[in-house]
Each structure stands twice: as structure tokens, then as C-alpha cells.
């Protein structure tokens, strides 16, 4: 089996997504004991990477593959989400990624998965009651006290990923790793080139260099909706300038205050 590195974590290039064990398919949740052989045979083919979350079922695919990872918790990466379950207040499928509500999350993920330890926590789908920066600051303190060790998003447009690199890079966020995140390619070559090469030191960024950044993060085309993408250029424009606000100024002075 080949592996890759999601930043410093190490995977098996080959994943197993455990869902259709307990959740979302015909037959799912039919047969546990099928299903906990199927995660022995893929990690004695080599899988290391396991993916849940507490949504599936909802819960009982994290209890599943809590069985199947019983003596074995060391061989695996486990990745599991949270944010589509409110666990204080409308329950299962609600969009909740509070701070409140990540704390009471994670509990019922370790309980259920059986570990001390989650390997990847991330962020099953945006809520937009919640600035990004309010949820990802949460899972920090989750870092910070062991229970995550890295940190990812599912399914969030590109600028919510930028806010994270932005935050990770800018406000040492403890022990923050962003793993797992798509930016459609807007953070992986050209402006953003200056956050990478800075990550071990981000106060040596220049206010230039992260003007430039930003400003590459806002040709978002691939946002349809106006009010969409407005919003989203809003909620830059904070943290930018709460992180950087002499880039902040130079990108006043240089596009008006609505950039």
C-alpha cells in the first residue's frame, strides 16, 4: 500500500469510508459482523485511514467501527465530523458548529469510537450562523488538549479554507495541522506559495505578500450567488484585518474598503 502526507499526516493512499455500513444505503446496518470483517480485511491490506461521523446512523457507524478498531487503534487514522448533529438544540441533521456544540461532540465521538483521541476532526458542513474562526478556535482548544490532533473541512467553499490558513498561520492555533482541505486550487500555487514557504515562521510574512494572497482568494467565481459571495469576501475582510491589518490597509488603500 502506498501512503501520502495530508500536511504531517500520514495516510494510506487508499481510504476506507465506513457510511454505507450503517447509514444512506439499502441494507446498511443489516449485517455489523460483515462489516467490522470488511475493516479487519482493509486494514490487513494495508488501509490505515478509517472515515465516520457522528451523523452516520446517526452514531452507530462511529460505534461500529469503534468494535472493528478494538485492539487495532493504533494501526489507524480515524477521521470522523461533526456539525451536522446540534446536540444543544434541534438534534440530527441540523447545521450546528458552535463552539458549545463542538465541545459536546466530541465527547460522544470518543465515547462511541472507543479512543482517547480523534486523528482528523473536521467540520462536516458550514453553518452559517457561526464565523469559521469561532469553530476552528474550538477544535484548537480540542488540540490543545489532545483529543484532536488535526483539524479538517468538508464541502466548505474555498474562502473558508483561506480563513483557517489564515488563522493557523497567523495566530499559532496549538498544535493545528489544517489537513484535508480542497481550495479548488486557489491555495496551492501562485500568492499562496508565501503562506507555505512561512509556515514555521508566519510573523516573517509581509504585509505584501499577504495582500497579494488575499486578494487572489477573491476572484470567486466559482461562487454563483452574489449575497453568497459577498458574504464570504465579509467575513475576509475580518479576520484579515484582525490578523493583518497593515495588509489590511494596503488592500483599502489599493482596492476601497470593500475588497
Known sequence: MKHVKLGDLEVSRIGLGAMGMSFG??????????????IHRALDLGVTFIDTAEIYGPYTNEELVGRALKGRR???????????????????????????????????????????????????????????????????????????????????????????LLLAYTESLPGATINAVNTNGHAEGGPATALRAHESNPASLNADQVAEYVWALLDIRSVSAENQREALRANHRRVVRRAYPEAARKLDAARGPDW
Do not use: C, M, W
Not at 444505503?25 to 470488511?38: H, K, M
Open 74 to 164: 493504533d494501526q489507524v487514522v480515524v477521521a470522523t465530523k461533526f456539525g451536522f448533529v446540534s446536540h444543544v438544540g434541534a438534534g440530527p441533521g441540523s447545521l450546528d458548529s458552535s463552539p458549545a456544540n463542538v465541545r459536546a461532540a466530541v465527547e460522544g465521538s470518543l465515547r462511541r469510537l472507543g479512543t482517547d483521541y480523534i486523528d482528523l476532526y473536521y467540520q462536516h458542513r458550514v453553518d452559517p450562523d457561526t464565523p469559521i474562526e469561532d469553530t476552528i478556535g474550538a477544535v484548537a482548544e480540542l488540540v490543545g488538549q489532545g483529543k484532536v490532533r488535526h483539524i479538517g473541512l468538508s464541502e466548505a467553499f474555498f474562502l473558508q479554507h483561506s480563513v483557517v
Open 25 to 38: 444505503y439499502t441494507g446498511a446496518g443489516q449485517d455489523d459482523a460483515e462489516s467490522i470483517r470488511t
